[in-house]
Nanobody, 118 residues
């Protein structure tokens, strides 16, 4: 089992920045691919960014160039640095983990609210 806990959400103005953190605990949590997802009101949950243990990253087109995912394996923590925030980035952001080679994210955090005001 892997437990995930997000933090760092909040209210920010358009153009501002936030950094989300995801603290992982449990069995070999540092060996998992980490991902960030988000869900806006009335919309389906969508992939935002992912990072492997080795540090390879991928992003949704909507956040490329503005968001950066990173991880500190020694601290079992993943981060999402969000810059140039837009109102459409408003959502609940979830951290998730999956085993390398799997396409299914097995473990999820409780989510943290990000609100971008115009």
């Amino acid at each position: 089992q892997v437990q995930l806990a997000e933090s760092g959400g909040g209210l920010v103005q358009v153009g501002g920045s936030l950094r989300l953190s995801c603290a992982a605990s449990g069995r070999t949590s540092s060996a998992y691919v980490m991902g960030w997802f988000r869900q806006a009101p009335g919309k389906e949950r969508e992939f935002v960014a992912g990072i492997t243990v080795a540090g390879s990253t991928n992003y949704a087109d909507s956040v490329k160039g503005r968001f950066t995912i990173s991880r500190d394996n020694a601290k079992n923590t993943a981060y999402l640095q969000m810059n140039s925030l837009k109102p459409e980035d408003t959502a609940v952001y979830y951290c998730a983990a999956r085993k390398y080679g799997s396409t299914v994210y097995e473990y999820w955090g409780q989510g943290t609210q990000v609100t971008v005001s115009s």
